[in-house]
């Protein structure tokens, strides 16, 4: 009997530690363990992410040859900043010429850097021209930083991502003495000297934090007899080895909510959706656009830095948020949650114990509004209120969802308030509803519109405890399809387990030719098998950015060669009823406009024209668009297939011709192409077609982009 491979994901949250075992050739799960987690242990999470591990191990029968793979998500970086649980920075900057030199050593001053919660990180500089960068001049700096109580290091040099020469000098230094440094040019490849610079202090103020916890954790993890390297999940929702985390522990920074992300997106069978990750006391929401989680740089304190995390917004509103009256009308919902008032929910507790449920307000912290509600029992007992409890009453969380509870006990307690209001207890119910759907609607119609994303093409999908307590509501209220996953309350553990490495490379290129292109592809490529995956399962995927100059190349690679399991394709009548399911089964018939042995590409005319869905053989929706041609051609001849869609799709404006996006399905990948320059999209089309070996005639697909 073959041997197993399995994949297990260890998810730090604030409260518990879960692991889930996932079988790599199938993706079913196998076992799940819980553990608290360690916040206050020698080895600090540490310590709750071993036991944890082994908890799994030990009690799903796993041995430790079986595990293929291994990765865990960390608040470590985000909590370190939080906290004020930072390392002294000591910035030694350099530059030559006069005025670049004295715009440097103003840019790279630094003495402080607030985090924005009353802490801040401590930073003393020093500047060398370049023309004096001797080794004994920077020991001379390194001496003087030292005596100044600095424990970790930053080199920045004007024009660093140009040349690391400078940088790279002063690093030799710091590192023959022993000392951790930061190299800022090694951060990101942008310009932007000051906030290159910061992006790097930060990055270096947790080295120390981020490298004992690191330590522990793959000592702990290799002490099990496992022989795989250790993945931690990065803030952009891709994993990397524990050693290049060493280096760049920054990028782990909101590993926990892309951790959540990565779960929808395996569950989620659309390539454009709203993903919720709803707890008891705030709400995450963000996008999930072509089959990818939205990213974008994260401010510090409201300085923008070149940390690419994902694009979420944290709402004060979800599962636990108690309600809030006044003057005999609903105020509010939140933001304080059961949680924070020492209560527990009216649905969760037993039906027997709610006796003359008399109604109270309250504030839950000093300097509070006294207007959240309490109830009070005959016991002397008090329970609360909450978004779930008005779900549950309303018959919008089923039995199989983590938020199910005690519908008759939600009642009796909340009539008390009902009658306060002069409403019935399901207009009561509604009523607490509608002040969070009132919140968040908002979020959803911004990050679709600031995403280009079409409300036709949305889909919502919930995950977290509190998911069914506010998903249904809003989705039913703003007419769109949503799914809670099955595991949604350990759906963070599982996105961890099925990540894939990913790693980033950004420059600025006005006009890029095809060998820089292909050198910071190559680049990317090298920077995701450094950072743990297997070359042959690398893609990189290219974006040109024609107002910023922005070229951006995104990696993404498995830790190991995937073999294909070809016992569960999805058939055409299964594919045609996905599509139908998501099309929301109009009175309009759905077509098959165009299919290959990986693809079904089905079609619903519409005002705006052909509206599609390209489904792959795994039954996945990968596009999702609302305007779109459709040409089948062979390999040889799909340049003339572009230029033809390139004039036929254009969307002339007023002021300008907006172009449309292209996708191509070639033998069993689906590339994706925006640019507004012709020659700029024969130049990466014709970079991945060179790789691209198959007998198979290719689908090219031009969608126009809706404003």
Known sequence: MEKRKIRVGIDVGGTHTKAVAIDNQTKQIIGKSSVKTTHDAQAGVAEGVVASFLKCLEEHDISADEVVFVAHSTTQATNALLEGDVAKVGVIATAGGSFEAFLTKRQTSLNRLELGTGREIQISSRFIHKKKLSEERIAQAIDELCAEGCQVFVTSG??????????????DV????????????????????????????????????????????????????????????????????????????????????????????????????????????????????DGRPVIDYSQINGRSTYISSLDVRVLGVAGGSMVRAGQHKLIDVGP????????????????????????????????????????????????????????????????????????????????????????????????????AFEKIEPVIMGLARKYKLEKEQLSLVGVGGGASSLLSYCAEKMELNYSIPENAEV????????????????????????????????????????????????????????????????????????????????????????????????????ELLAENRHFYIFGKKEATGNAIRVIDNKGFIKVQRGNAQIIKTSIQNYLEALRTLWEDMANYKSDLIVRPDFYICAGARLMDFATQDFSQLMMLVDLDMASIQTDEELLIIACNQQY
């Open 158 to 171: 004007a024009f660093g991502v140009d040349d690391l020469a400078s940088e790279r000098q002063i690093n």
């Open 336 to 435: 304080r949650s059961a949680h924070i008032g020492g209560m527990d929910y009216a649905v969760f507790t037993p039906e027997e114990e709610i006796i003359d449920p008399q109604l109270e307000f309250f504030a839950p912290r000093a300097g509070d509004s006294a207007d959240y509600v309490a109830i009070r029992l005959r016991n002397g007992k008090r329970v609360t209120l909450t978004n779930t409890c008005a779900a549950n009453v309303l018959g919008l969380v089923k039995k199989e969802h983590f938020s199910y509870g005690n519908v008759k006990a939600a009642r009796k307690a909340m009539a008390p308030l009902a009658e306060y209001l002069n409403l019935s207890i399901e207009e009561t119910a509604t009523a607490i509803l509608e002040k």
């Open 491 to 590: 759906i963070s553990s599982i996105g961890v387990a099925l990540s894939m490495v990913q790693d980033v490379v950004e420059r600025i290129i006005p006009n890029p030719s095809k060998q820089e292109i292909q050198q910071i592809r190559n680049e990317a490529l090298n920077k995701a098998i450094e950072s743990g995956a297997v070359k042959e399962t690398v893609e990189v995927h290219i974006n040109i950015d024609s107002q910023t100059q922005k070229v951006t190349a995104m990696a993404t690679g498995s830790t190991e060669v995937q073999t294909c399991d070809l016992s569960k394709q999805c058939t055409l009548e299964e594919a045609r009823d996905i599509a139908e399911n998501d099309f929301r089964r109009t009175e309009e018939s759905v």
């Open 174 to 289: 710091l590192h023959a003495k022993g000392l951790k440094v930061t190299m800022a040019s090694e951060i990101t490849k942008l310009y932007g000297l000051s906030r290159r610079t910061r992006t790097a202090v930060i990055n270096g103020s947790i080295l120390p934090k981020m490298l004992e916890t690191a330590d522990s954790t793959e000592t702990g993890v290799k002490g099990t007899g496992v022989d795989v390297p250790l993945m931690i999940m990065r803030g952009d929702g891709g994993v990397m080895d524990v050693k290049e985390m060493k280096k760049r522990p920054v990028l782990t920074m909101l590993s926990g909510p892309a951790a959540s992300v990565m779960g929808a997106l395996i569950y989620l069978r659309a390539s454009n959706g709203i993903y919720f990750e709803v707890g008891g006391t705030s709400t995450n929401i963000g996008v999930i656009k």
